[in-house]
């Protein structure tokens, strides 16, 4: 093969390696950005979480809140359950409940406060795989007792569906996402605040559902991807380089 012929075939496959590799080193960096952010975010958390709890925020600062700043909060208030529906939300287990590794629900109920408004409590954890709404029913219904309740917990707000999200079942008021703005609409619990609370006690008699304190233990495997990534870009450039060297070594010289 000519000089001439061989030069663009080399330059096309150096050019594509070049980008395959700036590709892989992109991805590797974004996973340690995103091991800096994790980290931080774990900090945060294990801060708010050991923090004494405050006062729940009046109504007039709600729209103030965000997630950034003010998610898993600690919070202490009082609140009355309502003779409402309550919504079950599946479970596969839980990121910052080592009781609740294992599959089932958790309890959402709207509550109201003394002011009139109606915050949604997420009471505890339900150990039912099957999902059945007896299990919850019974539960809850020894809730709703029409008694003001002391209430701790933690400041939470609503997630988002991802692509592979299944839509939730009416008719078991079943959810799978905890998007208590959306399960609020469904279930015509009337305007709620934009968080929900996530319930660390009073436990119930029967411990159903299953309140409890937060613990953070995140995964964090974001090192051990950025190196997955590192090295592919450097086998790029190996297999790169002994492509190039075996055509100089076949290719006669002119």
């Not at 900090?43 to 729209?63: D, G, H, K």
């Not at 479970?91 to 109201?112: E, L, N, Y």
């Not at 609409?185 to 436990?203: I, K």
């Amino acid at each position: 093969m000519s000089e001439t012929a061989r030069t663009p075939r080399v330059a096309g496959f150096a050019l594509f390696t070049l980008l395959l590799t700036a590709a892989f080193v992109a991805l590797g960096v974004w996973q340690l950005q995103r091991r800096t952010a994790k980290h931080e975010l774990i900090a945060a958390l294990t801060v708010r979480l050991a923090e004494a709890p405050v006062a729940l925020p009046p109504p007039a600062q709600w729209a103030a809140l965000s997630p950034a700043r003010d998610e898993f909060r600690r919070v202490s208030f009082t609140a009355t359950y309502a003779a409402a529906p309550d919504a079950m939300v599946y479970s596969s287990g839980s990121a910052v409940r080592k009781d609740a590794s294992g599959p089932g629900t958790w309890a959402f109920v709207p509550a109201r406060l003394p002011s009139g408004e109606t915050v949604v409590i997420d009471a505890g954890f339900v150990e039912n795989t099957m999902q059945e709404r007896s299990v919850e029913d019974r539960a809850v219904k020894k809730l709703v007792t029409g008694a003001p309740v002391a209430l701790t917990g933690y400041l939470r707000f609503p997630e988002g569906a991802g692509w592979f999200t299944p839509a939730e079942n009416r008719d078991k008021r079943l959810w799978f996402v905890r998007d208590h703005l959306a399960i609020a609409t469904a279930l015509h619990w009337g305007t709620t605040a934009p968080f929900y609370v996530d319930l660390e006690q009073p436990m119930p008699e029967n411990g159903i559902p299953r309140p409890g304190p937060l613990d953070v233990h995140l995964k964090d495997d974001h090192l051990q991807y950025a190196i997955t990534w590192f090295t592919l870009a450097g086998a790029v450039l190996v297999a790169f380089g002994v492509w190039l060297r075996g055509r100089r070594q076949s290719d006669p010289s002119p």
